[in-house]
């Protein structure tokens, strides 16, 4: 069985959030990792079709839309994130850091089922209009 020291591990940027800091692995059924965001950086609003995912918010506080929620998160908050579920947040404090699993593993890469919502530019609008209100 393997041990991994996460805060160790090569830090990437993927693709599909260019702005997230992500140090990951990858298991037999799912994929894990950090990742990072700094202050007014966000990820876009997108679903997984194919990928059911949890992320725990460890450090910061975050705005998120989660389907038909919005919200402030922070510490100790965990999200479930459905497959096919819009979602998007973007960061509030310094910087915000999430344990984030999501099954099936796939390649390992977390941003792999990445697939943009319809509505990325209201969202969006809407995500800076929050960081301006609470940031």
């Known amino acids: 069985m393997p041990y991994y020291k996460i805060f160790d591990m090569e830090k990437v940027r993927e693709d599909a959030s260019p702005e ?6 990858k298991g037999e059924l799912m994929k894990a990792g950090l990742v990072t965001y700094q202050k007014g950086e966000f990820a876009r609003p997108h679903a997984h079709p194919n ?25 100790g908050d ?4 459905p497959r ?10 310094d910087k915000v850091v999430s344990f984030v699993v999501k099954s099936p593993a796939g390649t390992g890469v977390l941003g792999q089922d990445y697939h943009e919502a319809e509505d990325v530019e209201e969202v969006i609008k809407r995500l800076k209009s929050k960081l301006e209100e609470l940031g």
Do not use: C, K, W
């Open 20 to 25: 997230a800091e992500i140090q990951r692995v």
């Open 51 to 75: 990928e059911e995912q949890f992320v725990l918010i460890m450090e910061g506080r975050r705005y998120s839309i989660l389907g038909d929620e919005e919200r402030v998160v922070g510490p």
């Open 78 to 81: 965990l999200l479930h994130i």
């Open 84 to 93: 096919n579920t819009r979602h998007g947040a973007i960061t509030l404090t």
